[in-house]
């Protein structure tokens, strides 16, 4: 070995060590680095067509701005160019916009291979488009969400795959052939999280969800088939990986990708500025556009000479299934959000071969980002951030392979290491990374064993380097070529006969004899609550570690448990029969506070997915969570937005949507549900009359944390102001949601409140009704005391439609519990105080005492809906007794819910066998022998008859109904039906036979 070559070895070695270290000052002195071909990744395979040339697309339809909203125009000139068919070079040609300003208040969606969308070039004379109006959404979306899930998997069978290798070792290549398309699946196994230490997060409430799951972590690279060597039974990729293979974790498998799961591919987005209107008068403003393009499941694509202006979030975002990307020559200026967690990400890449270059940012959170185990190799090339708010890098989990390569950060630093303070688990955050030559306030670049990350100076580029030595020397400094000019391009129009949409159909909801009613059947099934803490940004584990919520919020993800697909989601209720959503307002905005503590916040580095609050952010002073203080006489859009949409859904599907104005846990219990409450006057700018500080209440032993109760408090309105802050918030949640047919209004969960603020709520509702010339329909959802009280008043009486029970119930030994409503106490501390035991509700009754429950009301109030918790002992009971919903789930808690399908064996039957008719069955008590062990439902004439035998061998009838039926037995316990043999006559009383001594329905349908 020569000097030279043992020099270069120490100093990597060195630079190695160093890199894992800890955080380095950008100006400590470092040693000349390693010769560039000495890095294992080659970073050149990043960047369109692997690193290719862009392309100049000849432009073939034109069009100019309309002076008015534009959506429609240009996404029907989009669409235009997608019909045409495309050449050799993938592209179909380039929709060519002329200077001016278009109006777009939807956003423009590219969802075909071959487009370009281009603006003028011309100096001076500027193509803007301009993201009008309010809403959180994309301003254009490139490709959409597919990911390839592949064929069935192959082992790779090497013991170990270094990181920058492109040969794999298979147990077969048989079906593989060069040009295939793949998808490697490195799993994240319990012994590899282990080994990093990401199953050791502690603390009180928060390990669990920080703590790395298995699975949660899987590295996907999406790779092409180079070449095959059969006999070696060996593959190369066409692009290298990023972190090591290895048997000891759980090596990795291949998945070929099917022809119809390719992603659409050839897109270009050029020379535009994008702008997003905002309220000037709120410089932290985030009711606008948060992202400016978006880029999907996407592949050979660029966004070049692209400004964005005043978005919330991002210029450019390059999801999970973009993959050889190129954003060039692209500023992110004067951004207008929170300056706060998962704000202001200017340019995020969470794909893999995606070359960010010559591209600025200022007054970022973390202008150049890495995003959730993304593949790479990614790189950041000639960048600067200006004054800086927070370090660029990696901010969640395990992204590798990442190059910063001349990046300049203005006032902060590079973050490629072991933190959780910008997300929730993130753990190591990078591996196999490198900062080349870069500047900046500091650099925080460590890596676990293994898998280093490392700070270089050298005098030579590793990213050029790397290109000149795969493609040739010319190439590297070839970066892409200037449009040409065009001849005289057909000017685009929107058809003049285009008709507005049709409205959707409504299938309004009614309230027949106590049960709900859609479309003359009976709706009867499960239901999905709001989540209203807890969730995870991760899409791997979002719906199974926090259910779902239509107004939680994860930036720039969209799916189950995340910003929720609120068509998908109606979809999927449909498809679960769970007909009944519970929606309203979360606990706290931020998952930091799952720790439960009640310390103010040093940043504003708040964690998703964001549980947004019905009150909007002033964008003044700061609050408990490091954000601005809430303003409680302004509302949020985007809160109030999702919500009036998924009811329109609801009215749309034939659901029954309750909707909460108040969530009372924030009010009560543990000092951290109030401590961001946007009521607190610490976050707020409001007067409100509240106390602060908190009045906090002495430890006690056993206590996890500080306790707190103010609910009477919040709940008293003989404050003026804070009477009209009550007054004027439910008038805002009447005129967003009182024109949908299907929503039932309620006060709030944990039985809101003492009687007076109930009779507030209603009186106010009332005043609303009146001035609007609408009626709404109310839920009475509260303590018995309350509930009677107010049944007992003839004119607030009528306007409850719905009496939900579950705040109360029988004991098996037929005393009541009913813990006393305005007592300041939690649910579930009023369990723990009359039971002895901490529980979210009480022990289970019995079947024949939730059946008195519920009869009890329904027998006086035969007209309104009953609805009640099951009691630990399922919903038959409930069904018999002439109730219109079963509770299945915990009856104080929303969070979590969602992810497991809410659904009784009985459901199904319901549904199919009793749905038409039984709105017309009520309980009947003259039909039956031993009146507490059987139950019956009947309609008038007698001609359909449901009847419940908890116990016995047989059913005797008492009353003669003079006709004949056939039976169908139900069991509860399987869910299975079983068709009585014979005719059943009841000509007479008779004794019908059941199938076994345990408990059946039994349906009997006159002949």
Request: hydrophobic fraction near 40%; charged fraction near 20%.
């Amino acid at each position: 070995m020569g000097n030279s070559q043992l020099l270069r070895l120490v100093v990597v070695a060195a630079l190695l060590l160093c890199a894992s270290c800890g955080i380095r000052p950008a100006t400590e002195p470092v040693a000349a680095g390693p010769d560039p071909l000495d890095i294992a990744i080659d970073f050149s395979h990043a960047g369109y067509a692997d690193g290719g040339v862009l392309p100049d697309i000849p432009s073939v339809l034109f069009v100019r701005p309309s002076g008015r909203d534009d959506t429609a125009l240009l996404q029907a000139a989009l669409d235009e160019v997608a019909k045409m068919p495309d050449n050799p070079t993938g592209f179909r040609g380039a929709l060519q916009l002329s200077a001016g300003r278009f109006l777009v208040s939807g956003q423009l969606l590219l969802r075909h291979s071959g487009v370009v969308l281009r603006g003028s070039a011309t100096p001076g004379q500027p193509t803007i488009i301009t993201a009008s109006g309010h809403g959180r959404r994309t301003l254009i979306e490139i490709g959409g969400l597919l990911a390839p899930t592949g064929g069935n998997p192959l082992r790779v069978t090497s013991n170990t795959v270094p990181a920058g290798a492109c040969t794999l070792t298979l147990e077969s290549v048989d079906s593989l052939k060069t040009g295939d398309r793949i998808t490697i699946i490195r799993p994240s196994t319990a012994s590899w999280i282990a080994y990093l230490g990401m199953d050791q997060f502690t603390g009180p409430f928060v390990e669990k969800p920080a703590n790395w799951a298995p699975g949660s972590r899987n590295l996907v690279w999406n790779r092409v088939v180079a070449a095959v060597d059969a006999a070696q039974k060996q593959i190369t990729i066409d692009a290298p990986l990023t972190t090591a293979i290895e048997s000891r974790f759980g090596g990795a498998t291949i998945h070929k990708v099917a022809a119809t799961e390719v992603p659409i591919s050839h897109i270009g987005i050029e020379d535009l500025i994008l702008d997003s209107d905002f309220n000037s008068a709120n410089a932290y403003d985030e009711e606008h556009s948060w992202i400016a393009i978006a880029m999907g499941s996407v592949e050979d694509a660029w966004v070049r000479r692209v400004v964005s202006r005043h978005f919330a979030s991002s210029c450019v975002r390059v999801g999970p299934g973009g993959r050889r990307v190129s954003v060039e020559d692209c500023r992110c200026e004067q951004p207008v959000s929170e300056p706060g967690g998962y704000r202001r990400q200017s340019f995020l890449v969470e794909g893999q071969q995606v070359l960010v270059r010559h591209c600025f940012a200022e007054f970022g959170m973390n202008d150049f980002a890495v995003g959730l185990c993304a593949g790479g190799p990614n790189v950041f090339l000639d960048c600067t951030a200006s004054h800086a708010l927070g370090s660029s890098g990696a901010f969640e989990s395990w992204a590798s392979g990442t190059l910063y390569e001349r990046v300049a950060v203005d006032g902060a630093g590079i973050q490629l290491s072991k933190n959780s303070s910008r997300a929730l688990g993130g753990g190591w955050t990078a591996a196999n990374s490198v900062v080349w030559n870069c500047q900046a306030k500091e650099f925080d670049v460590r890596g676990p064993e293994g898998a280093a990350n490392i700070v270089v100076t050298s005098p030579h580029s590793l990213y050029y380097s790397q290109l000149a030595r795969r493609l040739g020397s010319a190439h590297a400094n070839i970066l892409h070529k200037p449009p040409s000019a065009n001849a005289a391009l057909p000017e685009f129009h929107l058809p003049p006969d285009r008709s507005p949409l049709a409205p959707k159909p409504v299938r309004p909801l009614q309230i027949v004899n106590g049960r709900f009613v859609v479309d003359g059947q009976t709706v009867w099934g499960g239901s999905v609550n709001d989540a209203w803490w807890k969730g995870q940004p991760n899409p791997a584990v979002a719906l199974s570690g926090g259910g779902v919520s239509i107004t939680r919020f994860v930036p720039g993800r969209t799916g189950p448990g995340l910003t929720e697909d609120l068509p998908a989601l109606a979809e999927q209720m449909k498809t679960d029969g769970t007909p009944f959503y519970q929606a309203g307002p979360p606990i706290w905005y931020d998952r930091r506070r799952d720790e439960h503590s009640i310390v103010q916040r040093a940043d504003a580095n708040v964690w998703a997915p964001f549980c947004e609050m019905p009150w909007a952010r002033s964008g003044t002073g700061t609050a408990w969570d490091g954000l601005s203080r809430f303003d409680l006489t302004r509302y949020n859009a985007w809160y109030f937005d999702r919500t009036r949409q998924f009811a329109d859904l609801c009215d749309q599907h034939g659901f029954v949507m309750y909707h909460t104005l108040y969530n009372t846990h924030n009010l009560q219990e543990w000092g951290a549900h109030w401590i961001d409450f946007p009521w607190r006057p610490a976050n707020n700018i409001n007067h409100t009359g509240l106390p602060e500080p908190p009045p906090f209440e002495p430890l006690k032993s056993g206590d996890l944390t500080i306790k707190l109760h103010v609910a009477n408090q919040f709940y008293n309105v003989d404050d003026p102001e804070r009477r009209r802050l009550h007054r004027d918030y439910i008038f805002h949640e009447l005129d967003q949601l009182g024109s949908c047919r299907n929503v039932v209004f309620g006060l709030g969960f944990q039985f809101a409140g003492p009687l007076a603020f109930q009779q507030f709520f209603q009186d106010t509702v009332a005043e609303w009704e009146r001035q609007s010339g609408r009626t709404v329909r109310l839920a009475l959802v509260t303590s018995k005391d309350i509930e009677d009280a107010i049944l007992a008043d003839p004119v607030r009486a009528k306007q409850i439609a719905v009496i939900d029970l579950r705040y109360w119930q029988y004991r098996p030994d037929g005393s009541l519990w009913a813990p006393p409503g305005g007592t300041n106490l939690a649910f579930r501390e009023a369990v723990a105080r009359d039971f002895g035991k901490a529980a979210d509700f009480p022990p289970p009754t019995t079947p024949r005492q939730l059946y008195r429950q519920v009869r009890e009301y329904h027998d006086r109030f035969p007209d309104k809906a009953i609805v009640a918790w099951t009691g630990g002992v399922g919903p038959i009971p409930i069904l018999m007794a002439g109730g219109a919903q079963a509770l299945l789930r915990n009856p104080t808690g929303g969070h979590a819910q969602g992810g497991v399908i809410d659904r009784a064996t009985l459901d199904s039957f319901v549904t199919s066998r009793l749905a038409a008719n039984l709105m017309k069955m009520a309980p009947r008590d003259d039909l039956l022998a031993d009146a507490a062990n059987t139950w019956s439902l009947c309609d008038d004439a007698c001609r359909n008859i449901l009847i419940y035998s908890l116990h016995g061998d047989s059913i005797a009838v008492i009353k003669p109904l003079k006709k004949t039926y056939s039976g169908l037995w139900f069991n509860p316990r399987t869910g299975e039906t079983l068709a009585h043999g014979s005719s059943i006559s009841l000509l007479k009383a008779a004794t019908i036979t059941k199938p076994t001594n345990a408990d059946w329905l039994l349906l009997l349908i006159a002949n």
